[in-house]
């Protein structure tokens, strides 16, 4: 089938309405619309998501296509995330996508939003280079951590998972605790540039398999900052920098020390990182080092393309529709969407 010309990509799984065009795999918008609310909170409130993303859908596609320099009867398909993600969030979304398909009368296609994270890397852009196949997906968000064979586009194998929190989740949980707003991965990036990371020694959980464990680094840090508080009110405060070093780079190890064992294992050394997390700078330091030391074919994505968006679901869109691979209007959402 020939090349689609203008796809629209919806995402509102979590607490972000992200709308944007693609046109030969190429991003002609990429909007959002971050939901503050949650900040008071310091974590997303499911019911004020859903609420917020009603509100902001219809202004995010109607941007999207108009920084696109479309109009709606341009478009060729829709692509929405199906899954996984909040319920109620990823209703809006699909019941939007679904309905406008219908009017436009168009094709709909369904998106896995891990999938997506990864395949964000085929989208054609000065700053991205997509990989072959197979490679070694690594999804670091807040929600989830997966370690996955590529073997096509469409061909995953989940070879890895937390058994518990994900990373962005335990840098989260872990800012929350020292006081810095939601989402703290960002700020606990910023402030560990200035700490020293074997200021204080935080444990590496043993878990067999690829698979990764944060709730016990997490409950580690919290019992230590609750400790050393007691006898020293300030110790927060005084220490803020040293402690987001030190645990930041404790979560990295965890992931590192898991990827390296994968790559070892199936000799595959390209290795494709996704996900809100992927913007840590630290991550993003240690995997460059790879490249030099171990000979690894490191891919990064732009920071546009790290946390939750729209183009990653458009580009999902644009390889699906050139496949051939068409959703339904009966299609059901899934929370727990699986490759
Ligand atoms: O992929 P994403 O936008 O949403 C989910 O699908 O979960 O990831 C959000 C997560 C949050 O936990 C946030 O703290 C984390 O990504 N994050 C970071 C950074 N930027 C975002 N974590 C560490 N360092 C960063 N620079
Ligand atoms: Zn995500």
Same mark, same amino acid.
């Given at each position: 089938?020939?090349?689609?010309?203008?796809?629209?990509?919806?995402?509102?799984?979590?607490?972000?309405?992200?709308?944007?065009?693609?046109?030969?795999?190429?991003?002609?918008?990429?909007?959002?619309?971050?939901?503050?609310?949650?900040?008071?909170?310091?974590?997303?409130?499911?019911?004020?998501?859903?609420?917020?993303?009603?509100?902001?859908?219809?202004?995010?596609? *109607?941007? =999207? @296509?108009? &920084? %696109?320099?479309?109009?709606?009867?341009?478009?060729?398909?829709?692509? /929405?995330?199906? !899954? #996984?993600?909040?319920?109620?969030?990823?209703?809006?979304?699909?019941?939007?996508?679904?309905?406008?398909?219908?009017?436009?009368?168009?094709?709909?296609?369904?998106?896995?939003?891990?999938?997506?994270?990864?395949?964000?890397?085929?989208?054609?852009?000065?700053?991205?280079?997509?990989?072959?196949?197979?490679?070694?997906?690594?999804?670091?968000?807040?929600?989830?951590?997966?370690?996955?064979?590529?073997?096509?586009?469409?061909?995953?194998?989940?070879?890895?998972?937390?058994? *518990?929190? =994900? @990373?962005? &989740? %335990?840098?989260?949980?872990?800012?929350?605790?020292?006081?810095?707003? /939601?989402?703290? !991965? #960002?700020?606990?990036?910023?402030?560990?540039?200035?700490?020293?990371?074997?200021?204080?020694?935080?444990?590496?959980?043993?878990?067999?398999?690829?698979?990764?464990?944060?709730?016990?680094?997490?409950?580690?840090?919290?019992?230590?900052?609750?400790?050393?508080?007691?006898?020293?009110?300030?110790?927060?405060?005084?220490?803020?920098?040293?402690?987001?070093?030190?645990?930041?780079?404790?979560?990295?190890?965890?992931?590192?020390?898991?990827?390296?064992?994968?790559?070892?294992?199936?000799?595959?050394?390209?290795?494709?990182?996704?996900?809100?997390?992927?913007?840590?700078?630290?991550?993003?330091?240690?995997?460059?080092?790879?490249?030099?030391?171990?000979?690894?074919?490191?891919?990064?994505?732009?920071?546009?393309?790290?946390?939750?968006?729209?183009?990653?679901?458009?580009?999902?869109?644009?390889?699906?529709?050139?496949?051939?691979?068409?959703?339904?209007?009966?299609?059901?959402?899934?929370?727990?969407?699986?490759?």
């Amino acid at each position: 089938m020939k090349q689609p010309h203008y796809i629209l990509g919806i995402e509102s799984s979590c607490d972000d309405t992200a709308a944007a065009v693609i046109a030969h795999n190429k991003v002609l918008s990429n909007c959002i619309a971050n939901q503050k609310i949650h900040e008071q909170y310091g974590g997303v409130v499911p019911e004020l998501a859903s609420r917020a993303h009603q509100s902001n859908i219809v202004p995010v596609v *109607d941007q =999207a @296509i108009h &920084e %696109a320099g479309i109009t709606a009867d341009q478009l060729t398909a829709i692509a /929405y995330t199906q !899954g #996984p993600g909040l319920l109620g969030s990823l209703l809006v979304g699909s019941s939007f996508a679904k309905s406008m398909a219908l009017a436009l009368d168009i094709p709909l296609i369904a998106v896995n939003h891990m999938q997506a994270h990864l395949l964000v890397h085929f989208i054609e852009q000065e700053d991205l280079r997509a990989p072959d196949f197979p490679f070694i997906g690594v999804t670091l968000s807040g929600g989830h951590t997966q370690l996955v064979l590529v073997k096509d586009y469409f061909d995953m194998e989940l070879l890895g998972t937390t058994l *518990d929190d =994900a @990373i962005g &989740e %335990a840098f989260d949980k872990c800012g929350k605790v020292m006081g810095l707003s /939601y989402p703290s !991965g #960002p700020a606990i990036d910023r402030l560990a540039k200035e700490g020293n990371p074997q200021a204080f020694s935080f444990p590496i959980p043993n878990v067999p398999h690829y698979d990764v464990s944060y709730s016990g680094l997490k409950t580690a840090f919290v019992n230590f900052l609750h400790k050393n508080t007691q006898q020293q009110a300030d110790f927060v405060t005084k220490h803020q920098k040293d402690l987001c070093a030190s645990l930041q780079f404790t979560l990295i190890e965890v992931i590192m020390q898991k990827i390296a064992q994968v790559v070892a294992a199936t000799q595959i050394k390209r290795v494709v990182i996704g996900g809100g997390v992927s913007a840590n700078s630290e991550i993003r330091r240690v995997l460059a080092e790879k490249k030099r030391t171990d000979d690894w074919d490191v891919y990064i994505p732009p920071f546009a393309y790290t946390t939750d968006n729209a183009a990653m679901i458009g580009i999902v869109g644009a390889l699906k529709y050139t496949q051939n691979q068409f959703g339904s209007l009966d299609a059901v959402s899934d929370p727990r969407l699986k490759f």
